[in-house]
């Protein structure tokens, strides 16, 4: 079994910041690509941020030069550091990897529970 666990979500104003982070455990053999999405109330969820296991990274453009995603691959460990904060950016944020668990050879893409981001004006 594997289980990606977010935490670090909550309630901040606008302009501030908030870190999330995600790891990834159970029976991993390898991790490919990790990212975050959001989903606002009534929108379907978006992408926010990947990063490859090399260090590739891809944006959103609405968060583009705000948000910075980070992994560590010794701790299957994923982050996004969110600075200038706006209200639009609430949302219940999901940690995203696709990895290979030992017991198939097959790459399945896995979700967390998700954390709720909220950003007052």
């Known amino acids: 079994q594997v289980q990606l666990v977010e935490s670090g979500g909550g309630l901040v104003r606008a302009g501030g910041s908030l870190r999330l982070s995600c790891t990834a455990s159970?029976?991993?053999?390898?991790?490919?690509?990790m990212g975050w999405y959001r989903q606002a109330p009534g929108k379907q969820r978006e992408l926010v941020a990947t990063?490859?296991?090399?260090?590739?990274?891809n944006y959103a453009d609405s968060v583009k030069g705000r948000f910075t995603i980070s992994r560590d691959n010794a701790k299957n460990t994923v982050n996004l550091q969110m600075n200038s904060l706006k209200p639009e950016d609430t949302a219940i944020y999901y940690c995203?990897?696709?990895?290979?668990?030992?017991?198939?050879?097959?790459?399945?893409?896995?979700w967390g529970r998700g954390t709720q981001v909220t950003v007052s004006s």
């Open positions: 995203n990897a696709i990895l290979r668990s030992t017991n198939t050879p097959t790459f399945y893409n896995y």
């Open positions: 159970g029976s991993i053999f390898t991790v490919n690509a």
């Open positions: 990063i490859t296991s090399g260090g590739t990274t």
